[in-house]
């Protein structure tokens, strides 16, 4: 479905991504682990069409996005939820989710918006409430939420645990899993918290200074020395 | 349910007492500031719709003003067609240079764009200024004929010098821009502009083409700026250089904050405010001496900053912004 070949990215003279090769195959939920700084964040910008890179190439289906400008790429359903829950802190919750299906034009839009009231009950609640005023937890929910409401094929979560107390984390997570296993939603996961993330995962990848430093499936990985050391603490 | 009626009955007195008005109370310097007051009720939405909602900081929509007043007075002048034309090519040529004004905003924003826009207004004062052969300069352009009188029957006809005339005029010219706003701001059109100015990379990350938003809202803006600029050529029938200044600018930009920036009743409220204020002040400055209107006017934008964000609305729950949006 995805298809990222050797890409190379940089801010100024600064390397982030130096040689980048990834793959994510239709219904897939893949993690991409590392460190800050490892250049997550900037690959997903980049799939984004949001930075581009000076050499290689992102492919999706067959569709080329490392030419293609960002909102031409969302309408491919390339669906972002960027770090930080970003929501648009000054229209209500319910304008935010339909901004979500902005690109839409087919009739389901009602029915997915019930679908995440379904999920997130607290949204439904704070509908007409201006997103500004959320919690951290609701806002990363609303993040989510309005990212399903775009209709993903395939759906980028940067860091959506960041920050958060365990409890609401967990929700996010169990929430995550079941949009991928119940809409069947290709997800690509970009996280820190390594165990949860890659216990859910069909394969992940681990980012070194950017560069691609180990991959495998998502329980393979968990039980390798080196991630155990690094990334799991034990 | 009877809340929704209480509203309609509210609105509907509303709208009766408005064109009452010029019915009983029959003086015409009262009658001069409502008009002046309406052309910038007219202005100031204008300018709301780009700043407010959209938040594209302009700080040369004096330009669009003064290019509607300049090319309506023109047209009727020199080429001699009806200002009724003139006032709706007044508003088009103005929504040409929206357009051409919102292309630097594809790549520009905040205090860069603010600056841009001084520019662009400021080239065309000085244009204004010194293309005397066409616009006699400083003296600015005299004589602009009025609306043309309106013949119903042989011997009864409306004529539009009057006051109490133009009223009604401007009176319906605002009723439909503050419904094509009040429409434009609720539909989805209204929801993606809001989107771009919380956050312009995040409504561009939901598939939003903020090029294309960009320049219909400029467009859409200097349109409705450069009417009201018409308007008011045909109504005191004097255009100079000034109009296109930017203490005209700042006088909206004013406006539009002390009643509310973001907010379809602000400007309203703000225009008929500040119009009726300014003129009481008037009389301060003649006692004084002393230019203090603009003293004033900082003095209330400071406090609006400070204290009251969303302006004189804002102080009143139901028309507030934030909060319960009821949207």
Redesign the interface.
């Known amino acids: 479905m995805l298809s990222i070949e050797n890409i190379k990215v940089s801010y100024g003279k600064a390397m982030a991504i130096d040689g980048v090769s990834l793959k994510v195959e239709e219904g897939e939920l893949v993690t991409l682990l590392g460190s800050n700084g490892a250049g997550k964040s900037t690959l997903l910008k980049t799939i ?1 069409g ?1 930075l581009k890179p000076h050499t290689g190439t992102i492919r999706f289906d067959d569709q080329d996005l490392h030419t293609m400008p ?2 031409q790429i ?2 491919l359903g390339i ?2 939820v ?1 770090e930080g829950r ?7 919750v ?3 989710l ?3 299906a ?2 839409r034009k087919d009739s389901g839009v009602g029915k997915d918006l019930d679908f995440v009231f379904e999920l997130f009950p607290r949204l439904k609640e704070r509908r ?3 997103a500004g ?1 959320l919690s951290g937890g609701e806002a990363q929910m609303l993040a989510i939420a ?1 990212g399903i409401l ?1 209709a993903p094929k395939l759906f980028m979560l940067d860091e959506p645990s960041l920050g958060l107390a365990p409890v609401i984390r967990n929700d996010i997570f169990k929430v995550i899993r079941q949009i991928h296993q119940e809409r069947g939603i290709t997800i690509l996961l970009v996280e820190q918290n390594a165990k949860l993330a890659l216990g859910m995962s069909s394969r992940g990848y681990i980012l070194e200074n950017g560069k691609v430093g180990l991959e495998g499936k998502g329980a393979d990985l968990i039980n390798n020395e080196y991630v155990k050391k690094a990334y799991l603490g034990y | 349910m009877s809340q929704d009626k209480y509203n309609k009955l509210w609105k509907a007195l509303g709208i009766a007492v408005l064109f009452a008005i010029p019915l009983v109370i029959s003086d015409r310097y009262f009658l001069h500031l409502m008009v002046m007051a309406g052309i910038f009720v007219m202005l100031t939405s204008s300018w709301n719709l780009l700043t407010g909602y959209a938040g594209q900081i302009n700080l040369g929509h004096a330009a669009f003003y003064g290019i509607g007043a300049y090319t309506s007075a023109l047209l009727v002048m020199k080429v001699g067609i009806s200002p009724w034309i003139g006032l709706f090519m007044g508003g088009f040529v103005s929504a040409f240079f929206g357009l051409l004004l919102g292309i630097p905003s594809i790549r520009l924003s905040g205090p860069y764009l603010a600056i841009t826009t001084i520019g662009f207004a400021e080239i065309l004062r000085l244009v204004a200024m010194n293309w005397v052969e066409l616009t006699r300069g400083s003296l600015g352009l005299y004589g602009i004929p009025p609306l043309t009188a309106i013949k119903l029957s042989p011997g009864f006809s409306i004529e539009f010098t009057s006051e109490r005339n133009f009223y009604y005029v401007l009176l319906i010219a605002i009723f439909l821009t503050l419904f094509c706003f009040k429409r434009l701001v609720q539909s ?1 059109f209204g ?2 502009l ?2 771009m ?3 312009e ?10 090029t294309r938003y960009k320049l219909a809202v400029f467009t859409i803006s200097a349109f409705f700026a450069g009417f009201a600029g018409a308007l008011f050529a045909h109504y005191q029938r004097l255009v100079s250089p000034d109009t296109l200044s930017l203490g005209e600018t700042f006088t909206i930009l004013t406006m539009t904050m002390l009643g509310g920036l ?1 907010t379809l009743a602000g400007p309203v409220v703000g225009a008929i405010l500040l119009t009726f204020l300014s003129e009481g002040l008037r009389f301060v400055e003649d006692m004084v001496k002393l230019n203090v209107r603009m003293v004033i006017y900082g003095f209330l934008l400071i406090i609006t900053i400070l204290f009251m964000r969303e302006g004189v609305v804002g102080l009143f729950s139901h028309y507030r ?7």
């Open positions: 984004s949001i960002p909102h969302v309408r669906i972002q960027p970003e929501v648009f802190p000054e229209l209500s319910l304008e935010n339909k901004m979500g902005f690109t007409r409430q201006w005023t309005r775009s | 989805e929801i993606t809001k989107s100015r919380d956050d990379p995040g409504a561009e990350s939901i598939g939003v083409d903020t973001g912004r934030s909060g319960d949006t009821g949207q």
